[in-house]
């Protein structure tokens, strides 16, 4: 059986998970497409975005292109994705860096402060995510976030789910993986973080893609499965 007093932290995906990227990144977008009078349904554009997130970081992890961060990749799919649509005359290098811009602010989920404030008073919490770095900073800056530590992928320089992502989290906590839990409200990212050596916790969010797109409900591999931090707190007895 899982054993709480086994656990010494918990590492925290963060877009989707722990904050609402679909609505902070097209809220943003609309304004920034109305202000270049681009008539763009935000977030049509910004699901399609972001659909090309994971084929992204695999070719990074395959070796097929050469390590960039996170701002990098989301800044190459975005010009794809503009002369796509036919508007990328409509939008200058300003705009553009705006718009990779909007994933440095997203809006927290409800439950994330409140409920990483009780585990915060059991464990170390730690944010380890696939945004770069400073993206990871400002982002956990703007939120009040109460994260002990910032550990980006970019620390590792290579990506989630790869098991070298999670194993140098494990390795800057100075803890073997087995006394780590991963949370995560993606399948993928619990996978990868279980074939590191992580316990693993699924927190449901059902609105992570918006309203018209179905995310996963639950992980039948994972120690815990939750709809919320602050359930997860009391699981663990916080």
């Given amino acids: 059986m899982f054993d709480p007093d086994a656990i010494e932290a918990i590492t925290f995906d963060i ?38 997130y994971l084929p992204a970081l695999e070719r990074v992890r395959d070796g097929e292109r050469k390590w960039a961060y996170l701002d990098t990749l989301h800044r190459e799919s975005l010009d794809e994705l503009l002369d796509r649509h036919g508007v990328g005359a409509a939008l200058d290098d300003t705009a553009r860096n705006r718009l990779v811009r909007t994933w440095h ?7 994330a402060t409140p409920g990483l404030k009780r585990l915060r008073t059991r464990y170390t919490v730690a944010a380890l995510s696939n945004g ?7 982002l956990i800056k703007s939120e009040n976030l109460p994260f002990d530590c910032v550990l980006s992928a970019e620390l590792a320089r290579t990506y989630k789910p790869g098991s ?11 803890l073997p993986p087995d006394r780590i839990l991963m949370v ?10 279980r074939s590191a050596g992580f316990h693993t916790a699924y927190v449901e969010r059902p609105y992570e893609q918006g309203p018209d797109h179905a995310t996963d409900r639950t992980d039948p591999a ?17």
């Fill in 164 to 174: 070298q992502a999670y194993l140098t989290a494990a390795e800057l906590l100075d």
């Fill in 15 to 52: 877009f989707g998970t722990t904050v609402d990227w679909y609505t902070g990144v097209s809220r943003q977008a609309e304004t920034i497409f109305r202000a270049a009078g681009v008539d763009l349904e935000a977030g049509g554009f910004v699901s399609e975005w972001r659909a090309r």
């Fill in 184 to 193: 995560a409200a993606h399948r993928w990212d619990l996978s990868g973080a």
């Fill in 132 to 138: 770069g770095f400073a993206l990871m900073t400002r």
């Fill in 105 to 111: 602010r997203l809006p927290a989920w409800p439950d």
């Fill in 222 to 238: 994972a120690d815990f499965n939750v709809n919320s931090f602050p359930a997860l707190a009391a699981a663990l007895g916080c």
